[in-house]
């Protein structure tokens, strides 16, 4: 455990598109109460001011010349950032920067990554909170540790330790979904401090359909990325217990075995090797 008073330099790395209105007001309350930290905005393909407010409030600005995703924007900083510790938080609003002295306090008493949890009443949507609410209950699962919040793109985190992981990074919305679970499967520590976020000024760049699908296909990616035989392992079994019992139904009705029990017994044994092939390229993206 390092010392409390032990101090780190900081960089605040702000994804924004098409945020014009709210990062200015934003960079000038960050350099307010945090004026020896960097500001690294990056502009995701803005179609309007975005980059030169920015850049007038006194941020360091990377542009990207077309809209790349949030998760591309996120790296861009992050290989940018010169801090030792790099607070990630959007450019809408939501987010309060008299937050980032908790976080920042609790990465200096010795915790690798720390996350702004948001509660019930932060939650964009009923919607959004029960997709939330799921996501961090299957992730809790996974690992075997409480999540309070999968999902936040609120949080700081030791720059060395984040690079590790920055090429399992995806370039759309859920890099913080890979990047917790990755720090978890490393053995490195996650933390939580309770925020309150406020409602976002814009709109949204979520699309609920496609980005729903999105997110359905990110439950498959947290398994695997994390012990992929904790979801192979019980979709096997079921499938075995399945054509188990439809052959007991099968012999005791008819005196005969069916090629549907055949095949439920078959695709079990299928999924629990393709879930062992998977636990051994899991293991190998870890091995250092």
């Not at 090797?273 to 250092?288: A, F, H, N, P, V």
């Amino acid at each position: 455990m390092e010392n409390k008073n032990t101090f780190h330099t900081v960089t605040v790395v702000i994804p924004a598109k098409n945020e014009a209105d709210t990062v200015g007001h934003l960079i000038h309350r960050l350099l307010e109460h945090y004026g020896d930290a960097e500001i690294v905005l990056v502009d995701d393909g803005s179609s309007d001011n975005t980059s030169n407010v920015a850049a007038e409030a006194g941020a360091k600005v990377i542009r990207h010349s077309y809209s790349m995703g949030n998760g591309a924007a996120i790296k861009s900083g992050a290989r940018a950032a010169q801090g030792e510790i790099i607070v990630f938080m959007d450019g809408d609003g939501q987010h309060n920067p008299a937050d980032i002295t908790r976080l920042i306090h609790e990465v200096e008493s010795g915790m690798d990554m720390v996350i702004g949890a948001r509660g019930d009443v932060s939650q964009a949507s009923i919607g959004r909170g029960i997709a939330n609410t799921f996501y961090n209950w299957l992730a809790s699962y996974m690992t075997g540790h409480r999540i309070e919040d999968l999902t936040s793109g609120f949080r700081a985190v030791r720059a060395d330790k984040f690079r590790e992981f920055m090429h399992l990074l995806p370039n759309g919305f859920s890099y913080p979904t890979t990047i917790t679970m990755a720090f978890f499967r490393a053995g490195y520590s996650v933390g939580y401090i309770p925020i309150t976020v406020a409602k976002r000024s814009g709109k949204s760049h979520i699309r609920p359909i496609r980005d729903g699908l999105r997110f359905l296909i990110i439950i498959f990616k947290v398994a695997t990325l994390y012990s992929p035989l904790k979801i192979f392992v019980p979709a096997s079994a079921c499938m075995f217990c399945l054509g188990l019992g439809y052959y007991a139904y099968t012999f005791i009705a008819y005196s005969r075995f069916t090629n549907m029990s055949a095949l439920l017994i078959t695709t079990a044994i299928l999924i629990f090797l393709i879930g062992l092939i998977s636990e051994q390229i899991t293991q190998l993206m870890y091995k250092d």
